[in-house]
Each structure stands twice: as C-alpha cells, then as structure tokens.
C-alpha cells in the first residue's frame, strides 16, 4: 500500500493518498464494487481540494473573519426587516454573476462592514475571488505607487477582482488625485461588468464634499449606481460597551 500511496502523492493526489487505506477496508467490508470504490476516493479528492481552495480565496480576499448571516440582527432597526428577503437574496451571489454593485449607507455601527464580509466570505465559499479594503488604504497605496512607477499593476490588484469590497468610503474627505484614483477603480471595474460592494456614512446627494467635487463624485455615483443595490441601514450604533466582541456586529 505504501508503494500506491507514493504513487498517488506524485500524481498530486494528497487526499487520496491518505485515506485510501482506510477507505479500502471500508468498501472491502461493505462489498463496494471497484468502481464505486474509485468515485468515493474521487469525491474525497475533490471536497479536499476545493476546501483547499476556499481557504485560498479566504487568506487572499483580507477578509480576517468568516461572519454568517445568522447573526445578522434583522430585528435591529425597520430598515432591517424591511429589506431581509433582499439581504438574504444577495446570498445566492446571482449580483455578482450580473455585475451588480452593491451599496450599504449608514451611521457608523450599524452593521455595514459586517454585511459586506457576509457577503464576501459567501463568495470567497463559491470560489470566486474576493478582495476586502478601506478606501483609504487601497487610496494610500495607489498614491505611493504613482512614485515608484507601479500604479497599473497595483491598479489591477482592485480592478481584476470578481467582488471589491471597499468599506469606510467618505469617512475623510478625499483630494483631486485620490478622487482620480478612485474613480480609476470604479470606471475600470464598471467597464469589466465587475461587482463593487461600497460602504459609506455618507448619502449620495453628500458625495461631492467628500469626493473633491461634484463633477468626480456624479461620474463615480453614475457608474455605481447603473447597476446597483442600496441599502439604508438605520438605527443606532451596535457598538455596545457590553456587548462582546464575539456576538457584535462590526
């Protein structure tokens, strides 16, 4: 058996190779035919490495937490409840097949970035490749990038994405060159059919303050909005002193 299961790390067959003992002994008891023996090891292989490759998109999108829609407080504020069959369709990524942009606007704490993680860690789960940033360190980078020559491939790091997470946008006030910046991003992602989630405290009829000006800010909102989900999310803050950080939306 060694020897197979040699053979078997060679061909990159890693699941395989470590269950096929085991998994033998169990068909030989159950008196599996061969080649119902073959599929169960290839249906290892297979759950092996797209777990494997979950874990990959995971690790690359920033993510830092796999959040669930279960604890999403839909009882939170109206605003919640009236939008949940909306909220739980997103789940079924059909936005992201449609390059469909998502916006959630609301006070600070009210669970904005924590529905965008839902949403990424779901489409981290169906293989696709995510990638989650604050607007001013995806800002900060593509300006220090301008210096040293490397802004097109930096700028393909958030525009080649299937999903762009980009969470905190109007949380300061942004000059003419990162408005360029930002508006780079989301011309090129809207011109690629490729879905944006953005997150902001700031109403669109405020984007010009935070935007430079409302000639930048209209031709951003314009590419966002073409193909768009918003949401309002009320209520107050869920950043509660005695709340733990274990059951707390962020």
């Not at 599996?32 to 290892?44: G, P, T």
């Not at 970035?113 to 001013?136: D, E, H, P, S």
């Amino acid at each position: 058996m060694t020897s197979l299961e040699d053979k078997l790390q060679q061909l990159n067959l890693a699941a395989m190779s470590h269950q096929i003992e085991q998994t033998i002994a169990e068909a030989t008891a159950k008196n599996m035919s061969v080649s119902a023996i073959l599929e169960w090891l290839a249906d290892m292989e297979l759950e092996a490495r797209s777990g494997h490759a979950i874990d990959r998109r995971f690790k690359s999108s920033r993510l830092q937490s796999r959040p669930s829609i279960d604890s999403f407080q839909f009882h939170h504020h109206k605003s919640r409840v009236q939008a949940k069959n909306r909220i739980l369709r997103l789940l079924d990524l059909n936005f992201l097949r449609e390059g469909t942009n998502l916006v959630l606007i609301g006070n600070p704490g009210v669970g904005k970035t924590f529905l965008a993680k839902v949403i990424g860690w779901k489409a981290c789960q169906a293989n696709q490749r995510v990638l989650f940033t604050t607007a001013m360190d995806m800002l900060n980078l593509l300006s220090a990038s301008q210096v040293d020559h490397s802004l097109v491939r930096k700028l393909k790091g958030y525009t080649e994405p299937a999903l762009l997470i980009c969470d905190e946008l109007g949380y300061r006030a942004l000059d003419q060159q990162t408005s360029n910046l930002f508006y780079q991003v989301i011309s090129t992602r809207h011109s690629q059919k490729k879905s944006t989630v953005i997150t902001t405290n700031t109403p669109f009829s405020d984007w010009g303050n935070i935007l430079y000006n409302t000639t930048i800010a209209t031709a951003i909102a314009d590419r966002l909005v073409e193909n768009s989900e918003i949401f309002l999310l009320g209520g107050d803050s869920l950043r509660k002193p005695n709340k733990s950080s274990s059951s707390q939306e962020e």
